[in-house]
């Protein structure tokens, strides 16, 4: 097979390539490394989805996994041994810079691996490198970064999403078969949504958090980004389970994910249709697609619910108070002298003024933003009026996923209310990059598991995304929902959804535009 050929393949096809020998591990993660050199570039000409490329480490991993396939440990080797991944880079690894985008970190190298880190190196996955995202995960564009912004393969005038943009971006460019990423308010579904890949927010506690940079400790959870449901499982049941190292880490085995996910049957399945999202604010050409592909699950088998989910409207408030508090908190250690990069003013400083000099040049606009807004709402004479109410209301959002899923298995939404938002367009509209969290923020204040799958075209020819929501611990059930759905639009679009992305060459790249 030709280079070209090698990264078109799904992540379970490339384990099943190298599993017969078909081609090496060097020849894939070698393929992977040309295609990032070819249409990556940098945040002023290229898709920016790499802050830093792992390629001698890479390479040697997939040279042991050659030389231990073609040897008498062949059978030793885990199934997805030699598939490279990508990271995004608010999760620490060892050898690797670790910066979360932004100055404050720059050129920090983490002494220890997060745990679903080592997870993958234990299984001989070669690490490709770190992926560009919103600084500290605070954004839903990825052009919060301080180190640039990453563009949409789609259409490189359009952001990817955020803040794991630069994760769903390389999958979607074929430079790497599927990656890790983290979601706090949507960071994994709306890039999936946005660039025609899957993203997955696992149950809250189903994967460690152990390693992984905290922007809202209550909230955030890793999880894959990759261009086929059935990879998504794969990946999710190699780095899910109990971590002794995580407080929050469930006692919970997550075996059947890749099985439930290629079962392809929607027979009998009970699909809830939330009535309060579907109001003003959702493109028309949003909700065309949604309604069409109700009407085709129904026509599948499926049994298509309304159901009502009343406080449901109040979850975007109470997230935009409750995670920039607990931002502010998390925040708080990077003050150039406990943590993060030092800045000493000229004169005889005060320790306040290192520090106030400190942040000040190391966080970003965005992040400023939401430490003021989240130390406001924790100070005194306001918690109460303001974090108190807002964790009053947080207990609302679960009780209704638990009163819906009573009568439905799975709901579905679109994963966001639009398509991907030209760049530059947020950046002085900070409500309206919030508002665009509005469907998956829910998810996570229930802490349920939600999958984003591609949905079809919408305005412009971009991707739009279609979320499945389940009750916690429900991964198989969510993962059948949206493999048997893949898999009716995969026959409705004649190939799978991945195939129709742009083609890009250096030349498209250069001028900023699609053939």
Known sequence: MTPAELIRLTALEMAEGLRNKTFSSVE?????FARIHEVDGTAEAGIHAFLHLNETEALRV???VDELRAGSQADTLHPYAGVPIAVKD??????QPTTAASKMLEGWMSPYDATVVRKIREAKLPILGKTNMDEFAMGSTTEHSAFGTTRNPWDLGRTPGGSGGGSAAAVAAFMAPWALGSDTGGSIREPAAFTGTVGTKPTYGSVSRYGLIAMASSLDQIGPATRTTADAAALHELIGGHDQKDATSLQTSWDGLLAAAQRRDLSGLRIGVLSELQGPGFSDGM????????EMLGEAGAEVITVDAPHMRYALPAYYLIMPSEVSSNMARYDGLRYGNRVVPPGDATVSEVMAASRAAGFGDEVKRRIILGTYALSAGYVDAYYGSA??????VPRDFTTAFERVDVIHTPTAPTVAVPIGEQLSDPMSMYLNDVLTIPANLAGIPAVSIPGGLAEHDMPLGLQFQGPPR????VYRAAGAVEHLLEQDFGAPF????????PAIIAEGEHE
Do not use: F, K, S, W
């Not at 894939?28 to 992977?32: G, Q």
């Not at 608010?90 to 050898?95: A, D, K, Q, R, S």
């Not at 909700?287 to 109700?294: C, F, K, N, S, W």
């Open 28 to 32: 894939l993660t070698r393929a992977h």
């Open 62 to 64: 997939a040279a042991e």
């Open 90 to 95: 608010n999760i620490v690894t060892i050898g």
């Open 287 to 294: 909700r065309r697609r949604v309604d069409q592909i109700l």
């Open 391 to 396: 964790q009053r209301v947080r207990t609302l």
């Open 474 to 477: 429900a991964e198989e059930t």
């Open 498 to 505: 991945y195939t129709r992305a742009p083609e890009l060459t």
